[in-house]
């Protein structure tokens, strides 16, 4: 991701991207240059490791590592210790977050595919779990520590998955966050502001 990020700092001090396209190049690299090492590492309420395919991981945790190994330099144990509300207003920056409550999964599912922009988001489910939503090609993904099945990091449909159990869901940009962005692009510590 730093020979990336590097790249991506270039061509935007060139100006052939804008910061749309160096949201998605960075939303790439943290779906292909880090998440997937995390496929299969085993989930557990208590795990906290930073290294992939050793030890275990509870979601809050997959949340703020993969983060942090993409190169947004943030304390990844006070992230996770969040609720899925404050995580949710903690990554957007002091910007709105989108809260939904008291809709159906499905509904909610219809929502995400009408008004929602392509790319990856962060998605907290009532108060309880955390993970990536990944809006690609008209298809919804979720992307998590799973406590349920094999309980392992997985990618599955987002009907598939635990989303389909719960009824508030907290949403906050990470392909869309300029301001996450700009802490990546300039590799500079990156305060996270929570609630009280």
């Given at each position: 991701m730093l020979l990336l990020r590097n790249k991506?700092?270039?061509q935007l001090q060139a100006k052939t991207i804008d910061s749309t396209e160096a949201g998605i190049l960075f939303?790439?690299?943290l779906l292909e240059e880090i998440i997937p090492h995390w496929y299969g590492t085993v989930w557990d309420?208590?795990?906290?490791?930073?290294?992939?395919?050793?030890?275990?991981?509870?979601?809050?945790?997959?949340?703020?590592?993969?983060?942090?190994?993409?190169?947004i330099r943030l304390?990844?144990?006070?992230l996770a210790q969040q609720s899925p509300l404050n995580e949710a207003v903690a990554l957007n920056m002091q910007h709105p977050i989108g809260t939904f409550t008291d809709v159906s999964p499905t509904?909610?599912?219809?929502?995400?595919?009408?008004?929602?922009?392509?790319g990856l988001y962060f998605i907290g489910l009532d108060a309880s779990h955390v993970g990536y939503l990944l809006n690609r090609a008209g298809k919804l993904y979720f992307i998590h520590a799973?406590?349920?099945?094999?309980?392992?990091?997985?990618?599955?449909?987002?009907?598939?998955?635990?989303?389909?159990?719960?009824?508030?869901?907290?949403f906050a940009y990470i392909t869309h966050n300029r301001a996450l962005l700009?802490?990546?692009?300039?590799?500079?510590?990156?305060?996270?502001y929570y609630p009280k």
């Amino acid at each position: 991701m730093l020979l990336l990020r590097n790249k991506v700092r270039q061509q935007l001090q060139a100006k052939t991207i804008d910061s749309t396209e160096a949201g998605i190049l960075f939303t790439d690299g943290l779906l292909e240059e880090i998440i997937p090492h995390w496929y299969g590492t085993v989930w557990d309420f208590n795990g906290y490791t930073d290294v992939p395919q050793q030890g275990k991981i509870a979601c809050g945790y997959f949340v703020s590592t993969t983060l942090l190994h993409a190169g947004i330099r943030l304390d990844r144990y006070k992230l996770a210790q969040q609720s899925p509300l404050n995580e949710a207003v903690a990554l957007n920056m002091q910007h709105p977050i989108g809260t939904f409550t008291d809709v159906s999964p499905t509904q909610m599912a219809q929502t995400i595919t009408d008004t929602f922009k392509e790319g990856l988001y962060f998605i907290g489910l009532d108060a309880s779990h955390v993970g990536y939503l990944l809006n690609r090609a008209g298809k919804l993904y979720f992307i998590h520590a799973n406590y349920t099945g094999s309980a392992v990091v997985t990618i599955q449909p987002l009907m598939e998955s635990v989303f389909s159990s719960f009824t508030t869901w907290h949403f906050a940009y990470i392909t869309h966050n300029r301001a996450l962005l700009r802490h990546w692009l300039n590799g500079k510590p990156c305060t996270l502001y929570y609630p009280k």
